[in-house]
């Protein structure tokens, strides 16, 4: 059964401060994805990461994928308030027919 | 715009009654999902649908059921059999090209209540 997990669940961080949310899976996955959700709302996706050592950066947001340890990691730099909101990563086993296995998600405050 | 719509944003049950979400897309993807989340978790998949007239079950399909007559819908019926229906419930869609990446696209989601 493919796991995923992440850390830290809760993230209350300073205006300006640099921080990981980081992704861990159990078993061989094909395809990891970064999605974002503001408070009562639907998700946004942020990344796709395909392959072994992938990076992608969208503004303050790096996302990258290691495959042989089963780990993603989403950097926030010199993070701002509207960067608050809860981030998802999900795992995808083509065997499965495109099924997403999701992370229960870190909650993202950024104090200003 | 093309999009997921889901109707309505909240819906109220009453003990006993089944109730249905309506998903429509205009994106001509071929997959749909269903999703439920619960507070302060990740979500999980209750049906899903690669192509018209046919669906899975997820990990939480019991108390549900789908049907996938065309392909821009997928409704979802919260039947009495489930117990604790309180939750968000989110549609997605992907494209379905097989090999290709499929980034799921989520609709904005309705909020079911029991009374």
């Known amino acids: 059964e493919l796991k995923v997990e992440q850390n830290p669940l809760f993230l209350s961080m300073q205006e300006g401060k640099n921080y990981t949310i980081y992704c861990n899976y159990s078993?061989?996955?094909?395809?990891l994805y970064w999605y974002r959700q503001d408070p009562g709302k639907s998700l946004e996706s942020l990344f796709v990461?395909?392959?072994?050592?992938a990076v992608k950066q969208e503004g303050r947001l790096m996302a990258s994928l290691d495959t042989k340890a089963r780990l993603s990691t989403l950097h926030i730099t010199a993070a701002v308030h509207d960067l608050s909101a809860t981030y998802f990563c999900a795992v995808e086993r083509l065997e499965y027919g495109n099924k997403l296995v999701f992370g229960a998600g870190t909650i993202l405050r950024v104090k200003s | 715009d093309g999009g997921i719509t889901q109707s309505p944003k909240y819906l109220f049950r009453k003990e006993g009654q089944n109730v249905t979400l309506s998903c429509e897309q205009n994106l001509n993807h071929d997959a749909m999902y269903w999703y439920r989340q619960d507070p302060g978790q990740g979500l999980r998949l209750i049906y899903y649908s690669q192509i018209v007239n046919d669906f899975q079950k997820g990990d939480i399909a019991e108390g549900y059921s789908v049907s996938r007559e065309k392909k821009e819908s997928f409704p979802l019926t919260v039947t009495s059999a489930q117990k604790n229906p309180t939750a968000f419930y989110l549609c997605?869609?992907?494209?379905?090209?097989?090999?290709?990446?499929?980034?799921?696209?989520f609709g904005p989601g309705t909020r079911l209540l029991v009374l």
């Open positions: 990461l395909l392959s072994n050592g």
């Open positions: 997605a869609s992907s494209p379905g090209l097989a090999g290709v990446s499929e980034t799921q696209y």
């Open positions: 078993t061989t996955s094909d395809r």
